[in-house]
């Protein structure tokens, strides 16, 4: 994954001196990869709203010796920056994750100096596979997709990016599609169950799933997985990026 990341910078062109913002930056993600292209005479601010995130990314900040990186805790909604202050902006697997991603798509927009740059890494679940056929694959995964979708979240937003980035007035725009296989003892190949295992109890609360069929669901799941002859993809993951017009 970071090798692909890497890539993408490469073609947008990133410069040493840029200053550069990164939005949900998660524990740490791609800091070190911006870090690295903007050069110890630019600079980097990561933006994320879990504290225990931004402890983690501040750490990964530290150990990686990134004076020209900073991690603030932050709104991806309203992140109360100075508007057209930036080189470019990149976002990583964040509007998988939250309702009204378009909303996040125009903060990350305005962000941004006319000429400059945005990059977009995003999820959507289209590939999410397995074979051969698991009907307790197809169950869990319909229960979190309904959940999701009760909570306004898209899981198929990344078909949507170009869409929204366009009509946030990004100009320009390229997009490259991405699916990996996880083989056994990948540490993605379980993904599915670990976010099935995080949102069990409202999974049953909310009547997608009954109690019982989703520990039976999970125990077939665990056994899936662990076969040397099963096939699981992951998500397909949409890069884009694009330039800000002027």
Same mark, same amino acid.
């Given at each position: 994954m970071?090798?692909i990341?890497?890539?993408? =910078?490469? !073609?947008i062109?990133? /410069?040493?001196g840029?200053?550069v913002?990164?939005?949900?930056?998660?524990?740490?993600?791609?800091?070190?990869?911006?870090? !690295?292209?903007?050069?110890?005479?630019g600079?980097?601010?990561?933006?994320?709203?879990s504290?225990?995130?931004v402890?983690?990314a501040?750490?990964f900040v530290? $150990?990686?010796g990134?004076?020209?990186?900073?991690?603030?805790e932050?709104?991806a #909604?309203?992140?109360?920056?100075? +508007?057209?202050? =930036?080189?470019?902006?990149? &976002?990583?697997?964040?509007?998988?994750?939250?309702? !009204?991603?378009?909303?996040?798509?125009?903060? &990350?927009?305005a962000l941004? /100096?006319?000429?400059?740059?945005?990059?977009?890494?995003? *999820?959507?679940?289209? *590939?999410?596979i397995?074979d051969?056929?698991?009907p307790?694959?197809?169950?869990?995964?319909?229960a #979190?997709t309904a #959940?999701s *979708?009760?909570?306004?979240i $898209?899981?198929?937003?990344g078909r /949507?990016t170009h869409?929204?980035?366009r009509e946030?007035?990004?100009?320009?725009?390229?997009?490259?599609?991405?699916?990996?296989? #996880?083989?056994?003892?990948?540490? /993605? +190949?379980?993904?599915?169950r670990? =976010?099935?295992?995080?949102?069990a109890?409202?999974?049953?609360?909310g009547?997608?799933i009954?109690r019982?069929?989703?520990?039976?669901?999970?125990? &077939?799941?665990?056994?899936?997985?662990s +076969?040397?002859?099963?096939?699981?993809?992951?998500? &397909?993951?949409f890069?884009?990026?694009?330039?800000?017009p002027?």
């Open positions: 970071p090798r990341l890497d890539a993408q =910078f490469e !073609k062109g990133i /410069r040493q840029e200053r913002v990164d939005i949900g930056c998660g524990p740490g993600g791609v800091l070190h990869l911006l870090g !690295k292209r903007v050069g110890p005479a600079s980097v601010l990561g933006i994320e709203r504290v225990h995130f402890e983690l501040r750490r530290a $150990d990686h990134l004076t020209q990186v900073e991690v603030r932050g709104d #909604y309203d992140t109360g920056l100075p +508007r057209a202050s =930036f080189d470019g902006a990149h &976002m990583r697997l964040v509007l998988v994750n939250v309702p !009204k991603p378009e909303l996040i798509v125009r903060e &990350m927009v941004v /100096r006319p000429g400059g740059w945005i990059a977009s890494f995003e *999820a959507d679940f289209l *590939a999410h397995c051969p056929p698991l307790e694959w197809t169950r869990l995964l319909d #979190y #959940y *979708a009760a909570q306004g $898209d899981l198929y937003v /949507r869409r929204l980035f946030a007035g990004v100009a320009d725009i390229r997009t490259d599609a991405v699916v990996h296989v #996880y083989p056994p003892g990948h540490d /993605r +190949r379980t993904i599915l670990d =976010f099935i295992n995080n949102v109890d409202k999974l049953v609360e009547g997608f009954e019982r069929q989703l520990e039976t669901d999970i125990a &077939m799941l665990e056994l899936y997985l +076969r040397p002859d099963a096939l699981v993809t992951s998500h &397909m993951f890069q884009l990026c694009g330039r800000i002027g």
